[in-house]
């Protein structure tokens, strides 16, 4: 069997849920990466829609397997490599739990974000702060869940955090997180940067993509 192949760049949150899952599951030589330039419209090769005709990034590759959605891999991972740690989804109620939140992060908070990130690098809008409601309203739902559970999917860290977190720190570019409207979402989101790998794994690439953000709009919280 080859090594699985990551078509990645790390200034997508999606993108950005596996790098982290990766590094949880300490599995990072297991796993090529090749670099698909967003910015430069890599993903809009001929070669690369041969193997992602929906031109999205990340894809994982594993021979005859190719996964198009972040929150599929994230599952594939855990499947392939997560036995016998905590982030296995082994366990049927647990793995329905974290699916749950896998699909509010695909059909909703990420839908968000992405019409967001559209409306700045596609129609250059550089004042959005009219149209945060859709996303403000999401960490609204979150704030929710988090009530209910230490993390997003449970009360132990699973795959729905990278997938939430990699989102919501993109979001935080245009929305600050602020402590008196979601105080729980806040305090989960502080313990999340303190993992050891959250910083190459996310804010690395969260980084690339601020400054892209700082050449179009006009603000752009600066304390991150
Ligand atoms: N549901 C997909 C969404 C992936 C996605 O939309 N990726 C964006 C970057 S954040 C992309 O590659 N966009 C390029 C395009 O749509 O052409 C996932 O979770 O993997």
């Not at 996964?67 to 905590?86: F, M, P």
């Not at 959005?128 to 999401?138: C, G, M, N, Q, R």
């Not at 402590?179 to 690439?205: E, I, T």
Request: hydrophobic share 40%; net charge neutral; aromatic share 10%.
């Amino acid at each position: 069997m080859s090594k699985p192949i990551l078509y990645y760049d790390d200034v997508s949150p999606p993108v950005r849920s596996v790098l982290l899952t990766l590094a949880a599951l300490d599995i990072n030589e297991k796993i090529d990466l090749k670099w698909i330039d967003l910015f430069s419209a890599a993903h809009r090769n001929p070669d690369y829609i041969q193997i992602n005709p929906l031109h999205t990034v990340p894809v994982l590759e594993h021979d005859d397997l190719v996964l198009t959605d972040s929150h599929a891999i994230l599952v594939y991972l855990c499947d392939a490599y997560g036995q016998g740690t905590s982030f296995s989804l082994a366990d049927h109620k647990k793995r329905a739990k974290v699916l749950n939140r896998l699909c509010f992060n695909n059909s909703i908070f990420f839908q968000r974000d992405a019409e967001l990130m559209r409306k700045i690098f596609r129609d250059k809008l550089n004042d959005i702060s009219a149209h945060l409601k859709p996303v403000t309203e999401a960490i609204d739902y979150i704030e929710l869940y988090l009530s209910k559970t230490k993390f997003i999917a449970c009360d132990e860290l699973t795959v729905a955090d990278f997938s939430i977190v990699s989102t919501l720190s993109t979001l935080e570019s245009v929305c600050p997180i602020e402590r008196s409207r979601w105080p729980k979402v806040k305090a989960w989101y502080d313990d999340l940067q303190k993992l050891p790998y959250y910083r190459k794994a996310n804010q690395v690439g969260l980084d690339k993509l601020r400054t892209k953000l700082r050449s179009i709009l006009t603000a752009v919280p600066e304390q991150m």
